[in-house]
């Protein structure tokens, strides 16, 4: 009798990475390379030293979280490759990378810009609300994809044999 294959852990793996990941795209594209808002610019606007410190440091510790989210995936995936009772998909890795970068999306999205307006995605406009739907709306997309994809990995069930693991 065989045992049954588990996604599972993989599924745990890929939203751990995914938001980590996705936490890293918004850090270094938004906060740092287009620079459009920093942790706390709604709240204290980087146009002192003072206050682009005080920033600097509180986008290092977002950075440092999603670093931690980012190496405990990788650890779940590690563990995960180990199993034999794992079904080893490509789809299904990414499904959850994608899940896991939209529900990071969307967490931050209502958390950070509606609910507590520590920033905004673009805080160089009047206009705010268009750019944080738009947040908002990738995340969603990100989400709806993760899923197709999961689901598409169903089909992949391939159960490792013991010289693979």
């Given at each position: 009798?065989?045992e049954?294959?588990?996604?599972?852990?993989?599924?745990?793996?890929?939203?751990?990475m995914?938001?980590?990941?996705?936490?890293?795209?918004?850090?270094?594209?938004?906060?740092?390379?287009?620079?459009?808002?920093?942790?706390?610019?709604?709240?204290?606007?980087?146009?002192?030293?003072?206050?682009?410190?005080?920033n600097?440091?509180?986008?290092?510790?977002?950075h440092?979280?999603?670093?931690?989210?980012?190496?405990?995936?990788?650890?779940?995936?590690?563990?995960?490759?180990?199993?034999?009772?794992?079904?080893?998909?490509?789809?299904?890795?990414?499904?959850?990378?994608?899940?896991?970068?939209?529900?990071?999306?969307v967490?931050?999205?209502?958390?950070?810009?509606?609910?507590?307006?520590?920033?905004?995605?673009?805080?160089y406009?009047?206009?705010?609300?268009?750019?944080?739907?738009?947040?908002?709306?990738?995340?969603?997309?990100?989400?709806?994809?993760?899923?197709?994809?999961?689901?598409?990995?169903?089909?992949?069930?391939?159960?490792?044999?013991?010289?693979?693991?």
């Amino acid at each position: 009798m065989t045992e049954p294959l588990h996604r599972t852990p993989l599924i745990a793996a890929g939203l751990l990475m995914g938001a980590g990941l996705g936490g890293f795209v918004d850090g270094i594209v938004l906060h740092q390379i287009l620079q459009w808002h920093n942790m706390l610019s709604n709240q204290l606007p980087p146009n002192t030293l003072v206050a682009a410190k005080v920033n600097m440091y509180w986008d290092g510790v977002f950075h440092a979280a999603v670093w931690v989210l980012t190496a405990i995936g990788l650890r779940v995936l590690w563990a995960a490759s180990r199993r034999l009772d794992v079904a080893w998909s490509g789809r299904t890795l990414v499904g959850g990378l994608l899940l896991g970068w939209g529900l990071f999306n969307v967490v931050e999205g209502l958390i950070d810009h509606t609910l507590l307006g520590l920033h905004h995605v673009y805080e160089y406009t009047d206009e705010k609300l268009p750019w944080d739907m738009a947040f908002l709306a990738f995340g969603a997309l990100l989400l709806l994809a993760g899923w197709g994809f999961i689901r598409a990995g169903r089909r992949d069930v391939r159960p490792r044999t013991a010289y693979q693991a």
